[in-house]
């Protein structure tokens, strides 16, 4: 039986045949409704996760190539794997305290950062002055502080977008500093100077990029980092006490671990943008 049929028999054939008329939309005005609250949803954007001083890894706002770049994750698990990563962890959680009770007395993290590369200055003249052991412990100091405003923006909960920022961008005028410093003391030649110079800035160049707009969450590979290459020269600058050509040796040492980070991270780009 149809379902005309049995409406008949029910009686409601009246209805289905007012349903079956043609039927007109009204579209209701929204002033109509005062208390309706129309809202845009929010941009979704995000933030490549590159420093350690930024205050959460998860906020993904404040980004010009959102609807740009899709942030890919790393299936690598063994991404940190420069020559002192496995001793970071531990070095920089033992700062913690010193860092949370700086944070409590009011110290920047930021204001550290400035000191640091202000620090690096004077050693950087001590290298010009052929100073070295004293260059070498001013450096050493340097490196000290540049440690520790991270420890204070992470245990005092200080970390900003722009403290990470400034504080990668005054690294790379430490760098220069430094080696300028070393080439002017007369401690290396100048090809090799800018051999090593050359080297750690694109290491931090094609990290942030690999980040940035290779997509990476997170691109650290590499023999070596800023810490080690500091390493090295302050070993450089000891030996050089005895050894006259050891600096230079240092430079061409640091050089050569730059550019290979170099070749590592675009591979390492490369290979990710691959698979993904």
Same mark, same amino acid.
């Given at each position: 039986?149809?379902?005309?049929?049995?409406?008949?028999?029910?009686?409601?054939?009246?209805?289905?045949?007012?349903?079956?008329?043609? $039927?007109?939309?009204?579209?209701?005005?929204?002033?109509?409704?005062?208390?309706?609250?129309?809202?845009?949803?929010?941009?979704?954007?995000?933030?490549?996760?590159?420093?350690?001083?930024?205050?959460?890894? !998860?906020?993904?706002?404040?980004?010009?190539?959102?609807?740009?770049?899709?942030?890919?994750?790393?299936? !690598?698990?063994?991404?940190?794997?420069?020559?002192?990563?496995?001793?970071?962890?531990?070095?920089?959680?033992?700062?913690?305290?010193?860092?949370?009770?700086?944070?409590?007395?009011?110290?920047?993290?930021?204001?550290?950062?400035?000191?640091?590369?202000?620090?690096?200055?004077?050693?950087?003249?001590?290298?010009?002055?052929?100073?070295?052991?004293?260059?070498?412990?001013?450096?050493?100091?340097s490196t000290f502080l540049d440690m520790l405003d991270g420890a204070v923006a992470r245990a005092a909960g200080k970390a900003s977008r722009f403290g990470a920022v400034l504080d990668h961008v005054l690294d790379r005028y430490v760098e220069c500093i430094i080696v300028i410093g070393i080439v002017a003391g007369g401690f290396a030649s100048w090809f090799w100077g800018l051999f090593a110079l050359i080297g750690m800035l694109l290491a931090s160049y094609?990290?942030?990029?690999?980040?940035?707009?290779?997509?990476?969450?997170?691109? $650290?590979?590499?023999?070596?980092?800023?810490?080690?290459?500091?390493?090295?020269?302050?070993?450089?600058?000891?030996?050089?006490?005895?050894?006259?050509?050891?600096?230079?040796?240092?430079?061409?040492?640091?050089?050569?671990?730059?550019?290979?980070?170099?070749?590592?991270?675009?591979?390492?780009?490369?290979?990710?943008?691959?698979?993904?």
């Amino acid at each position: 039986m149809s379902i005309f049929a049995s409406a008949v028999e029910s009686g409601e054939t009246e209805r289905i045949a007012t349903c079956a008329q043609p $039927t007109t939309l009204h579209f209701t005005p929204l002033e109509t409704f005062p208390n309706l609250e129309v809202t845009a949803p929010a941009p979704q954007t995000f933030v490549p996760k590159t420093y350690s001083r930024v205050a959460n890894e !998860d906020d993904n706002s404040d980004n010009q190539l959102s609807g740009i770049i899709t942030k890919r994750r790393v299936h !690598d698990s063994h991404v940190g794997s420069h020559l002192l990563g496995r001793f970071r962890e531990k070095y920089e959680n033992a700062m913690l305290p010193l860092g949370k009770a700086l944070g409590n007395l009011g110290v920047s993290p930021n204001a550290l950062s400035i000191l640091a590369a202000v620090v690096a200055l004077a050693a950087g003249f001590l290298y010009y002055q052929r100073s070295l052991l004293i260059g070498a412990l001013v450096l050493l100091g340097s490196t000290f502080l540049d440690m520790l405003d991270g420890a204070v923006a992470r245990a005092a909960g200080k970390a900003s977008r722009f403290g990470a920022v400034l504080d990668h961008v005054l690294d790379r005028y430490v760098e220069c500093i430094i080696v300028i410093g070393i080439v002017a003391g007369g401690f290396a030649s100048w090809f090799w100077g800018l051999f090593a110079l050359i080297g750690m800035l694109l290491a931090s160049y094609s990290r942030a990029a690999a980040e940035s707009v290779g997509g990476l969450d997170s691109c $650290t590979i590499g023999m070596a980092e800023r810490q080690e290459k500091l390493l090295l020269i302050l070993a450089g600058s000891v030996l050089a006490l005895e050894w006259s050509d050891a600096l230079q040796y240092a430079m061409i040492l640091v050089g050569l671990i730059s550019h290979a980070t170099v070749g590592q991270r675009l591979f390492y780009t490369w290979q990710n943008a691959r698979t993904s």
